[in-house]
């Protein structure tokens, strides 16, 4: 009777350990949004992975699209990179203007901290309950400054 007592508050404690602990859950939250007047598409790629393509994203004007990400507290820190899967992209306004993103290295690439790079200037907020929101729209602006 011992066994099965000790054998059972075994179990017990196993099925215990084993289960996820949600209060060492971070959740990201990524909010892409298309406030031009011209339908994009969104292409990433690694830049040092032979522009090895990773993602196509097609917004037509006003849509969004938002994703999430869960990691615990020891894991990673998750960026709008990780949400868009590359280390470059390029936003394609409708085939009229282009405008190329890359962050080959955060330390040393000048492109990476221009003011409205996506990949690293997407604006982020928590709401304190293990929430983080990173957002970044795309605005008519946007449009008006890319390369023709």
């Known amino acids: 009777m011992k066994k099965i007592k000790f054998?059972?508050?075994?179990?017990?404690?196993?099925?215990?350990?084993?289960?996820?602990?949600?209060?060492?859950?971070?959740?990201?939250?990524?909010l892409?949004?298309?406030?031009?007047?011209k339908n994009i598409i969104i292409t990433t790629y690694h830049r040092y992975h032979d522009n090895d393509l990773q993602r196509t994203?097609?917004?037509?004007?006003?849509?969004?699209?938002?994703?999430?990400?869960q990691s615990t507290s020891s894991g990673p820190d998750?960026?709008?990179?990780?949400?868009?899967k590359g280390d470059s992209i390029?936003?394609?306004?409708?085939?009229?203007?282009?405008?190329?993103?890359?962050?080959?290295n955060q330390e040393t690439d000048v492109n990476c901290s221009?003011?409205?790079?996506?990949?690293?200037?997407?604006?982020?907020?928590?709401?304190?309950?293990?929430?983080i929101l990173s957002k970044y729209i795309i605005f008519q602006t946007d449009y008006d400054n890319a390369n023709d």
């Open 78 to 84: 998750y960026v709008f990179e990780d949400f868009l």
């Open 57 to 69: 994203i097609t917004l037509s004007s006003g849509e969004s699209l938002s994703e999430s990400l």
């Open 114 to 131: 221009e003011s409205r790079n996506i990949l690293r200037n997407a604006e982020r907020i928590s709401n304190g309950n293990n929430r």
């Open 32 to 37: 892409l949004k298309n406030e031009t007047n």
């Open 7 to 30: 054998i059972i508050c075994l179990i017990v404690f196993i099925q215990l350990s084993c289960t996820d602990r949600n209060d060492d859950d971070i959740y990201y939250d990524f």
């Open 90 to 104: 390029i936003i394609n306004y409708q085939n009229e203007r282009k405008e190329i993103f890359s962050c080959r």
